[in-house]
C-alpha cells in the first residue's frame, strides 16, 4: 500500500478533475492492478458485471491521445485547435489511460433473463459503470494519482477498436488518463446542502 494512501472521506473530499498528469516511475502496472482489482468491488444491478476496462500505458497510451488528436483536427477549427491540442497533450503526458467499455452482449443477456426488466438494463448498465469510474477515481485518489473523466466516444470508437483489437460488442463510455498530478485544481463551489438534500 501506498505511503499517500488516504482515508475514504478524505478521497471523496479531495478527488478532483487533474486534467495535466505526468509520467512517474511509482505508477507502475502491478500498482494499477490492485487499485483496478480494488474498484472491481463497485456494485453492478443484477450483478451483471457488464463493464470492462482496457488500461494503454506508455507507448500505448500516448497512440491513444494521438488517435484522439488527429481525430479532433479534423473537427475543431483551425483557430481552436491549439488550445484543443494543448489541453490533450496534459492527458497524454501522464503515465496511462483506462478505457471504460460496457459489454453490450452480457447487457442483452440480462435482458433475456429478465425480461420484464429489458427496457432497463442500459440504463443500469451505464449506472453500473459510473458506479466503478468514481470507484477507480476514487481508489487513484486515495493513492495520490491524479486522474479525470474524458468522452471522446464515439468520434475515437471504431479507431480504437481497431488498434487495440477490441470486441464489437464493447461500447466505449469514457476515458481517464491519469498520472503524477502536475496542476492544482480551481475551488469548487457548491449548491447550498438544503436545496439538494431534503429530510423528513
Known amino acids: 500500500m501506498s505511503t499517500t494512501t488516504t482515508n475514504l472521506k478524505d478521497a471523496i473530499i479531495n478527488r478532483r478533475s487533474i486534467r495535466k498528469v505526468k509520467k512517474s516511475e511509482s505508477i507502475t ?6 487499485v483496478l482489482k480494488t474498484a472491481l468491488h463497485a456494485p453492478s444491478s443484477f450483478n451483471m458485471q457488464s463493464a470492462r ?3 494503454l500505458m ?3 497510451h500516448e497512440k491513444f491521445w494521438d488517435i484522439v488528436k488527429e481525430t479532433l483536427r479534423a473537427r475543431v477549427p483551425a483557430e481552436n485547435f491549439a488550445a484543443t491540442a494543448e489541453r490533450l497533450q496534459g492527458f497524454r503526458d501522464g503515465a496511462g489511460t483506462i478505457l471504460f467499455f460496457e459489454n453490450q452482449d452480457t447487457v442483452q ?6 425480461p420484464m426488466y ?5 440504463f443500469w448498465s451505464h449506472q453500473g459503470s459510473a ?5 477507480v477515481w476514487m481508489s487513484l485518489t486515495a493513492e495520490g494519482i491524479g486522474a479525470s473523466l474524458q468522452h471522446y466516444n464515439p468520434i ?3 479507431e480504437v477498436k481497431s488498434v487495440w483489437n477490441i470486441p464489437q460488442g ?3 463510455v469514457a476515458q481517464m488518463p491519469y498520472g503524477e498530478p502536475n496542476e492544482q485544481p480551481g475551488e469548487r463551489t457548491f449548491l447550498p446542502f438544503e436545496d439538494v438534500v431534503k429530510f423528513y
Open 53 to 55: 476496462m482496457v488500461v
Open 118 to 122: 429489458k427496457d432497463q438494463f442500459p
Open 109 to 114: 443477456q440480462m435482458q433475456e433473463k429478465a
Open 156 to 158: 475515437v470508437d471504431e
Open 131 to 135: 458506479m466503478l469510474q468514481y470507484a
Open 58 to 60: 506508455d507507448a500505448e
Open 170 to 172: 464493447w461500447s466505449l
Open 29 to 34: 502496472r502491478e500498482r494499477m492492478n490492485e
